[in-house]
Structures are given as C-alpha cells and as structure tokens.
C-alpha cells in the first residue's frame, strides 16, 4: 500500500481505487503494471522476471500477485542504506576523499 514504508509517503503501489473493479484481462494487466513499476522505483537491488496475477479465489475475494524476480548481482547507486533511507553514494566519497587529500 502506498506509503506503508516510514520515512517513504511514495513507497508502493495503491491499488485500493481497483476494489470493486471486475477482475479481467485488463485488471490483472493494469495490477500486474503498478507492481512492475513500483518494483522498478523503490526496489532497485532486484531484477523483475515475472509478475502474475492469480486469481482463483477472486470469488472469495482474494487475488495473489505472484513476483519472481532476480537479485542483481552488482551494486547500484539507488541502493538504500540502512537506517537513513538515503541513495548510496560510493563514487561521491572515494571523489572527494581524492579532492581532500590533494
């Protein structure tokens, strides 16, 4: 849900205007689209394989969103550190411990 992660009101997807639409082809693409999105702005440490919407229980009210998804194996600067919520910046500070020194 959007904005559950302290410290970050735009973390998620909300998916809540999409209640009471009738599950077809074109929710399950448009619910499959904002995962993919939000997976892709605030999760930059993994790779999205596959995204599926399930929805055999939907009479009962249930949808599963199924996610397979890589870790990447480098690092990236949009990495978040623990606990400041803030972009990893290793190529900042090897710079400028240079500009200090020299």
């Not at 999760?43 to 998804?69: A, C, F, W």
């Not at 990447?72 to 500009?99: D, K, L």
């Amino acid at each position: 849900m959007l904005g559950e992660r302290v410290m970050q009101p735009r973390y998620g997807c909300d998916m809540r205007d999409l209640l009471f639409e009738s599950v077809n082809t074109s929710l399950k693409a448009l619910m499959a689209d904002r995962v993919k999105t939000a997976l892709l702005f605030f999760e930059p440490r993994i790779e999205t394989e596959k995204i599926d919407i399930l929805t055999d229980n939907s009479l009962e009210g249930l949808i599963q969103i199924e996610i397979v998804y890589r870790v990447r194996s480098t690092n990236s600067r949009m990495n978040y550190v623990f606990p400041f919520y803030r972009n990893e910046g290793t190529e900042i500070q090897s710079s400028q411990r240079v500009a200090a020194g020299g």
